[in-house]
Each structure stands twice: as C-alpha cells, then as structure tokens.
C-alpha cells in the first residue's frame, strides 16, 4: 500500500472514530435530562477499568474505559473516560489506536477540558515515532491553540528546549522575543520573560539577564507571579555576581517586604522566602563585612521564620561571628538558646568551639568531624587574612 493510501485510510478511521464519539455526545446529552449523575454501569465499567489498568492489562482496561464513557451523565465525565481509553491503548503498545482516540477525543470536544492534552499528546507521538521537526512543530501549535490550558506551559518550554538543542540558545532567545507580546497577551508572558532571562545568563550576557529577572519580577509581581521570588533571587545572584552586594540586598528586600502572615489555616510563604532572609546574612557577613548587622539578620531569621530548616545554622553562623568578633558571652548565650529550643540540631554537640566554658553539656553526642574540619577550615582562612 503506498503511502498515501495509509495516510487516506488513517483519516477515514479518525473520522469513523469521530462519528461514533459523536454519537457518545448524543448519548450523554439524553442523559443528562433523565438520569442520576453516576449511573450504576458507569461506575461498574469504570472500577473495571482502573482495576484492570493498575493490574497492567492495558488493552483490557481501554475496553472498560469505552464502555465507561457509553454510560457517562456528564460530558467531563464521558471526556475523561475517552482519554484514559486513549491513555490504555498508548501503553498497550497500540500506538496506532491511541493516536487515532486522541485526534477524535479533540475533534468531538476541542473544547473540552482533555482537547489541548489529546493534541499534545499526538504531538509527543509525532516526536517519538514519526517526523520529529514536524512532531515539535505540532508542539508548538498545541500551545497556540490551546494558550490557556495547562499544557500550554509546557508545549512552550518543549518547543524552546528543541530550538535550542537543535539551533543553539540564541535562537530559543530569538524566538521567545519574537514572540513576547503574544506570550504576554495569552497568559504566558511571565514563562517567557523567565525563559529569556535564564537564556540570557546562559549565554553569559548577565547585566541584560539581571534586568531581565526583575523585569519579569516587575511585570509579574507578588501575589500573582508564581516565579517572582526566583525572578528575584536570580536577580541577586547576578547583583552579587556583578559584584554588587549592596544591590543583591536591595533585590531580597524587594522579595522579603512582601512576606506576610496568613490569619487563617496554611500559609502565604513562597519557598524562597526564608533562603533570602539566610542569604541577605550572609552578604552582609561576606561581602560587606558588616558583622553587627549579619548577626541581626542571622537572629531575625532564626526568630521571624519558625518552620524554616535553617533556624539551626542561622543561630550557629551567629554564634560564631559572636565569637570572632570577641563577643564569648553572647556566643554562648546564642549556644545555650540553640541547645533549649532545637536540642537535636547537629550544632549542639559543637558549643565547645565557640563557648569553651558551656561545653557540651546537655549534648550527649560528639561534634561531627566535617563541622569541626569546616569550623578549623574557617578559622585557618581567618588567620592567613589577617
């Protein structure tokens, strides 16, 4: 058979796979005005259907899942059924099969809350098995079509990941400016302001990339950028990079003025929240030798940030710059309250290198040998320096 006639006879399958899909739309929308929202079959077919896929009889449970979405009242429902039907033949092996149900899933409901995912995966199908600059191409208009699904986010990053496999990172960059103000107006500016920065940094290009990241913190700012607090600590790694101290402080600040406490259940702290508050000490401790400051910063972090994991080596770093700077009472001042409030922090055992006179009292395991190599690294380095 020539090619073509695959190609024509494919088609005819889809659009028969199409047809009886339609036909499942009619079905479900008769349904809807006579009968309960999960009818008997329905669950029957689909607790078969889960059975037999967790089981690994793929083919078996694509059948339940078919049978599923006959009986689905509700249109997600009866979706939902045909893409994990789709989602069983792709891991039965029946390629074939699977491309045909997801191509006809989106066809009788493009949109449907499982459309953009079937032309993404046909996509993803198209990259493994068949032509892989059209497959990434197809990619590209998943997101195209689909701008404010789910998918969207990653179909962009895919098709940036292949551009700069296959062309090098400028052209990913070229691409995503090219094509910001369409990003921007399609919900996905603030990926693509974050791609273009990290693009950037890549390339060596820091000052643009540093201006890049707060550009995206900026256009995108807090609550509702979901990468502003990375935008911004990126931002201060460059600042620093840069050798700009001052102005990494200033970018955390920026991050950590919006850090704010929830008066109901859970929390508003992003994850970079208590890291800047570390890092920020520790700026001031390095790079501007500001030590009465680093050991306020170190203290607010150990006092502000009651779940953090690093209230421990915060209360260590300043129990050492105490210590450093003549300051023996406070040190052990610092130890002892370490010691009362985490008693199992790895640090306790260790007071005796900063207080000889506490000991390790209270402490009934050794000081680690890598923290009292560091702490001997550390006071090594302070001496040649001197």
Known sequence: MTT????????????????????????????????????????????????????????????????AALHAVKTKDRDEMLYLEATSEERAGRTREAREDYEALEKLAPDGPRAARSAYEVAEMEVAQGDKDRGY?????????????????????????????????????????????????????????????????????????????????KEHPYP???????????????????????????????????????TFSGSYERPRYASAQMRKAVLYRDALHDHATAIREFRKLFDDFTTSLQRDDALWAEAKLEAEDGNGQQACATMKLLADKLPKSRYVPCASLVCPTQGASGAPDKCRHYIEREFEREESNKSSEQ
């Open 137 to 217: 191409r197809m990619i590209e208009a998943v997101m195209r079509r689909y701008p404010r699904s789910g998918i969207a986010r990653r179909a962009m990053q895919r098709y940036v990941e292949h551009l700069d496999s296959e062309q090098g990172e400028a052209a990913g960059l070229a691409y995503l400016r090219a094509n910001k103000a369409w990003f921007d107006a399609n919900g996905l500016g603030e990926d693509a302001m974050y791609s273009i920065a990290r693009h950037l940094e890549s390339l060596g290009q820091l000052e643009q990339a540093r201006d890049a990241y707060l550009q995206c913190a």
């Open 224 to 262: 509702g950028g979901s990468l502003w607090d990375d935008a911004l600590w990126h931002a201060s790694l460059l600042d620093e990079k840069l050798g700009d101290p001052k102005k990494a402080i200033a970018d955390l600040d920026t991050m950590l003025r919006e850090r704010e406490e929830s």
């Open 4 to 67: 073509m006639g695959v190609d024509a006879g494919r088609r005819r399958g889809v659009l028969r796979r199409a047809a009886r899909l339609a036909a499942l739309g009619v079905l479900a929308w008769w349904a809807c005005s006579c009968a309960p929202s999960w009818p008997r079959p329905y669950l029957l077919a689909q607790a078969a259907a889960e059975r037999a896929y967790s089981s690994g009889r793929y083919e078996e449970a694509a059948r339940y899942y078919h049978d």
